[in-house]
């Protein structure tokens, strides 16, 4: 089955939607953060490719060096967000473009590709058993219940990893919660500002949000998901955006050991 796929570029992304987000409508700020620093990224070899249809089918993939994400892989792309959702799943849209990642990382001769996945299944982040019959293995792991996967393209004594900061109990974290959360995701901004501090608030617990604003401070927080994590009392609970809901919020905060 052949698609017809676009590239977001300077030229077209303020006219051409980028998935996720595009019809939530008190999203719209998210939307448009995550438009402008999508603008940033694409300066400096970011790609944002999707479906040519209004759809949430995409990928979107940089080199690791300028990855948003605490991990060292020179020399690699590193596969920020892939996603196939609703009626689009399950019709080989996935290894479509997981093969055009490929392509394009053979013809510019990078090593290979990362991607971050989960022990099993956790939200935003990729099925690491389909990953696996797509020809990845795994590159390094984190007691908190993250991979890094590794597809090889030129063998390297050197394999991808985590930052050795992720290894480490984190450091310096107040009581209470603390939620990481970066304007890479369209719902984040809402999800965290509005309704995780609504939430937080109604139960009497203190919150501090840190936003991540630059690929440096991506690169040093002690989480491997820079698009939300929240942590309770230094310790990290989830990455799962979800947590900001009521329901979600309770089972993941109070039900936590």
Known sequence: MKSDFLNITAQNI???????????KKCKEGYELKKEWLKEQ????????????????????????????PIV?????????????????????????????????????????????GFKKIPFFPDPKWLIRQGFKESDKLNLGYLLMEYVIEESREKPQFAASLKEEPKGLPSGLVAFYSNRC????????????????????????????????????????????????????TSDMSVCLDGKFEKIVFNSK
């Not at 249809?53 to 990928?59: I, L, P």
């Not at 959702?85 to 090593?111: M, P, T």
Request: charged share 25%.
């Open 73 to 117: 892989a020179p020399g690699y792309i590193l596969i920020n967000c892939f996603w196939v959702s609703g009626r689009y799943a399950g019709n080989g849209y996935g290894k479509q473009l997981l093969k055009h990642v490929i392509d394009e990382a053979k013809a510019k001769g990078y090593k290979g590709i990362v991607i971050i996945a």
């Open 14 to 24: 303020d006219k051409e939607h980028i998935c996720c987000a595009f019809s939530e």
């Open 186 to 237: 369209p719902f984040s901004e809402y999800y965290v500002n509005i309704e995780l501090t609504r939430i937080a608030k109604e139960h009497d617990l203190p919150l501090q949000i840190i936003r991540i604003n630059s690929k440096e401070m991506a690169q040093n927080v002690p989480t491997p998901a820079t698009l939300f994590s929240l942590f309770k009392d230094g310790v990290f609970l």
């Open 42 to 69: 694409l300066a400096k070899g970011y790609v944002f490719y999707r479906l040519n249809e209004r759809a949430k089918v995409f990928v979107e993939y940089g080199p690791a060096e300028e990855a948003w994400s």
